[in-house]
């Protein structure tokens, strides 16, 4: 900046113009008096305003300046402590004046730069953060390096502070050292002085002071009581621990269940309802200080109390709530329940409560309750009865009470209280007499004309008198009375009161008819009346009101004489009753109004041959034939009645006369030809079983029985050509006929014609598309052959032409590999879910894993969707029959304990369950099935019964390997 030269300007114009900012005259001569910053450097301070100035060092003028260059020192101060560009000196620019250009602003910024990079706070920044980091590391290794003696270095100093006061309120801890005990105990011997002391401190000394203070004499010992004391805790604790010991061993005194089930019945307090306990205790402090008469506050209150165990404050408010609410009979009611109802606190409560509340009902009722004597309960009610004599309840109360006697003359009086109230009529009507009754339901019918009750129990009266001709009449008078009161017939209510008569006792049977009689057809259609009466006929039955149906049955047989159905329900509902004299007199009506109508001819036989009456069964049909001669199935059930009962020269006798009737060979049906056949067969007579089918098939060309019957002849005499034959005829007479096709591939099977077999059921597979008894004989024929794999791929094209087939999917679980067959299963249920023969697949699965619960369960579902099919029925009973067997070989100690009955044993149980299954085989009568029916049917099987059937088939399906796993 020396090099600068001065501006060129005259001596005048220099001393006209404005000395610069801090000038200081002389200052470039040497001139003294003054110290600048030059000479000691700046030095800055704080005064007491928190002002900084600048102080100047000594010398001769040390005091000099004043306070425009102390602020101008200052403010140049600051601003080079603060890196600014105010130089505030000689060369100072004003930014404002124009003498302030570009350059000097580059200038300005540039300096500004390098005084901030020369900072020190940012030159040292990252260097003195550098060294505070490995401090504060070190510091931390020092500390984990310190040892314990280190560590408490600060704390033992701080000991010495610590005063004496301090230190002699530190406790003792005693012993707890944890050292080893040694091996052995030194004991010290007590000296002499010590054991006669202590045989002083147990005498006893008898004084005259004892006498004086009116003593017996005797002192007593209270070493000895401290002993008995302690005898007799020892004691407890030994019994306490003797019923633990058998506790453990099994034979405790103490029910331990019973013991948890009264602790769990102590209540214990969460914090939770605890603090909602302190809420509602607010609030309801709130309640009745806000309204102290209000009542149910303070039972709220107390409840609240009661129920956080607090019982005595609960009865502090109930008694209190009395106090503030003396006309709320609540309160006086809940006081009372705390206090105990039969304490004496609590009637002494009641007594209060009757004195402010006399007329209350409900605190006389509790007053009674209270007491446990019978006559002071009554005379509680009868004063109860003085304050209010119009309360229905009272007088109840009072009767039930009573005596007979009493309670009628107490009744008289409550009519006279109480007359619009029609139980206190009703029950005076059932104490009084005959004559008496009548004139107490007379006379309460003149003060409740509207009264359906009353008319009722008249009716009930007369019925139970003997007179119940006049049911009807009072019941037709009722409804007529009720009409001309403008009373609604609810046609409901009254069919509902019949019904009570029915299930009452005494049962009102007359008086049950007079009303469905009287109100049946009330708000009915005349073109709803059938299906309505029906309707109402079905629902009644099931509810077990069995008049009130049978009345409805006669009502629709009187409206509709001619429907067969209405006569065929109303004897079914004398089945179901039991009621078999009911039933036949229905059906004797029946056949009498419609003699046309074979079907109730032959249930009316039927139900007669059922209860063993088989002469009865045989007049009825005699009786059928006269009416009918013609009719074929009369033939037919005359016939099944003689062969049914071995009778067989009877039944074929009467089917010859049915053949040979004047037009008999063009009007019979097959079926008249095929028994004939069956009756032939089970005669034993070939000849004549051969000329009838000859003759049935002639007739009858399209009835595929009559050749398979003849085909089956032939079969049972070896004659097996004649019966390829009569298959070959039959199935180009019916070739849409699946089993006679199975027919001739079993025979040819039976020759060994395995090749034919097939051949056969091809064609019929051609022929019957999408039959699934023919594919499953044909899997079965390659099954004889060995042909498994044949087997299989057959099966899988079965599949394929009919997936919903349920023998086909139980035949490919059977067939499938072990590890396969219950994802066939899932493929089965999936595609057939209520399908028995697979459901019986799944269950033979289950049996298989011993998954016992499971199969009952699914084979018991499989019977029950399908009762009518024998084979499910022999496979359930073949289940039950391996279970009882191993168990009775004592194989299933282990899996008998996963059946059903856990809890008892095959043997303990009260009815076999194989047994079961063969009783409700029984009462289904099964008649289809692969196995079933060809055995059902053979000659040979013809009397047995289906318990005896079920053995044989579940033989068969054994030699056969149907139960194999």
Excluded at 157 to 171: F, M, T, Y
Excluded at 182 to 200: G, N, Q, V
Excluded at 559 to 575: Q, S
Excluded at 667 to 682: E, F, G, I, L
Aim: overall charge neutral; charged content about 35%.
């Amino acid at each position: 900046m020396a090099g600068i030269p001065p501006p060129q300007v005259s001596r005048l114009d220099f001393l006209k113009q404005k000395p610069p900012a801090n000038y200081v005259a002389g200052i470039g001569r040497g001139a003294t008096g003054f110290t600048t910053r030059s000479d000691i450097g700046g030095a800055v301070k704080q005064t007491a305003a928190g002002k900084v100035t600048l102080v100047s060092g000594g010398g001769a003028g040390g005091g000099g300046g004043g306070e425009e260059e102390d602020e101008g020192d200052d403010t140049d101060q600051k601003n080079r402590r603060r890196g600014t560009n105010d130089d505030a000196g000689l060369f100072a620019k004003d930014k404002n004046d124009g003498s302030y250009d570009e350059d000097d602003e580059e200038a300005d910024r540039i300096w500004a730069a390098v005084d901030a990079f020369c900072e020190p706070d940012e030159r040292t920044r990252a260097k003195k953060e550098k060294m505070r980091r490995e401090r504060r590391e070190e510091k931390n290794d020092r500390v984990k390096d310190k040892t314990i003696k280190d560590q408490f270095a600060d704390l033992k100093r701080k000991l010495s502070e610590v005063s004496e006061e301090e230190w002699d309120q530190i406790p003792e801890i005693g012993d707890y050292s944890v050292k080893k005990s040694k091996a052995y105990e030194r004991f010290t011997p007590a000296p002499d002085t010590l054991l006669s002391a202590a045989l002083k401190e147990r005498e006893t000394v008898n004084t005259d002071e004892d006498h004086e203070r009116g003593g017996d004499g005797t002192s007593t010992d209270l070493t000895a009581v401290g002993e008995a004391r302690g005898l007799g805790l020892g004691l407890k604790l030994d019994g306490l621990q003797q019923q633990s010991q058998d506790s453990q061993n099994g034979s405790s005194t103490v029910d331990p269940r019973g013991y948890l089930t009264s602790l769990s019945s102590l209540k214990i307090n969460s914090a939770a309802e605890i603090s909602d306990i302190k809420k509602a205790r607010l609030l309801l402090k709130s309640v009745i200080n806000t309204n102290p008469k209000h009542a149910p506050g303070w039972i709220a209150a107390a409840r609240l109390e009661e129920i956080a165990g607090k019982l005595k404050a609960a009865k502090d408010l109930a008694r209190k709530a009395c106090e503030a609410c003396p006309k709320s009979e609540d309160a006086w009611i809940e006081a009372a329940r705390l206090h105990g109802t039969e304490s004496d606190q609590g009637k002494a409560i009641l007594a209060s409560a009757v004195e402010s509340l006399p007329n209350s009902v409900a605190i006389w009722m509790r007053a009674a309750q209270a007491e446990k004597d019978e006559d002071r309960k009554r005379r509680v009610l009868r004063k109860a009865l003085e304050n209010v004599p119009n309360s229905v309840r009272l007088w109840k109360a009072l009767v039930d009470l009573s005596e007979e006697n009493d309670a009628r003359a107490l009744l008289q009086r409550a009519t006279e209280c109480c007359p619009q109230h029609i139980e206190l009529w009703l029950a005076l009507a059932r104490l009084e007499s005959y004559d008496n009754a009548r004139k107490v339901l007379n006379k309460a019918r003149e003060t409740l004309p509207t009264e359906r009750a009353i008319w009722v129990t008249a009716s009930r009266l007369e019925e139970a008198n003997g007179n119940g001709k006049m049911c009807q009449k009072i019941i037709d008078r009722a409804i007529k009375s009720l009409r001309g009161k403008n009373v609604k017939i609810d046609r409901e209510l009254w069919m509902k009161e019949a019904e009570t008569c029915e299930k009452s006792e005494p049962q009102s049977l007359e008086t049950c008819r007079a009303i469905v009689h009287a109100v049946i057809g009330e708000n009915v259609d005349e073109l709803d009346q059938k299906l309505t009466y029906a309707a109402d006929a079905s629902e009644f039955e099931k509810n077990g009101s069995f008049e009130v149906a049978r009345t409805i049955r006669k009502k629709l047989i009187e409206v509709f004489p001619e429907d067969v159905e209405i006569w065929i329900d109303a004897a079914t509902l004398e089945k179901n009753c039991k009621n078999f004299k009911g039933m036949d007199q229905v059906l004797r009506e029946a056949t009498t109004k419609l003699p046309n109508e074979e079907i109730l001819w032959l249930m009316a036989a039927k139900e007669r041959w059922l209860q063993g009456d088989v002469t009865g069964a045989r007049t009825v049909l005699e009786e059928a034939f006269s009416a009918n001669p013609e009719n074929e199935d009369i033939w037919l059930a005359a016939f099944k009645l003689e062969f049914e009962n071995e009778e067989l020269e009877r039944a074929s006798l009467l089917l010859k006369n049915a053949r040979n009737r004047e037009g008999g060979d063009k009007t019979n049906s097959a079926r008249v030809w095929m028994k004939s056949a069956v009756c032939a067969r089970q005669m034993n007579d070939a000849e004549e079983e051969r000329e009838v089918l000859k003759k049935g098939r002639a007739l009858h060309p399209k009835f595929w029985k009559l050749w398979i019957m003849s085909g089956q002849l032939e079969e049972r005499e070896k004659k097996y050509a004649e019966a390829r034959k009569i298959y070959d005829l039959g199935l180009k007479k019916c070739p849409d006929s699946s089993p006679m096709w199975i027919a001739k591939a079993r025979l040819d099977v039976l020759e060994k014609k395995f090749g034919l077999a097939r051949a056969t059921l091809e064609q019929a597979r051609l022929k019957n598309p999408k039959i699934p008894e023919v594919w499953l004989e044909a899997v079965a024929v390659e099954k004889q052959l060995g042909e498994h794999t044949a087997a299989s791929a057959l099966l899988a094209r079965a599949l394929r032409e009919c997936p919903k087939s349920g023998i086909l999917h139980a035949e490919a679980i059977k067939s499938a590999p072990r590890p396969q067959r219950k994802a066939r299963s899932v493929d089965a249920l999936k595609a057939c879910d209520d399908d028995p023969d697979v459901v019986c697949a799944v269950a033979r699965l289950f049996w298989n894993d011993r998954k016992l619960d499971k199969a009952r369960a699914w084979f018991n579902r499989a019977a029950t969707l399908r009762p009518e099919d024998g084979d499910v029925w022999v496979r359930y009973y073949a289940f039950e029959k391996s279970l009882e067997d191993d168990a009775a070989e004592g194989n299933l100690n282990a899996v008998a304990k996963k059946v059903s009955s856990k809890k008892a044993s095959f043997a303990d149980a009260k009815s076999s369950p194989k047994e079961d299954v063969l009783a409700r085989a029984a009462k289904a009568n099964p008649n289809r099935g692969r196995y079933w029916a060809p055995a059902r049917k053979d000659f040979q099987n013809w009397r047995d019964s289906v318990e005896e059937t079920t053995l044989k088939v579940l033989a068969k399906m054994e030699s056969e390997g149907e139960f194999s796993s």
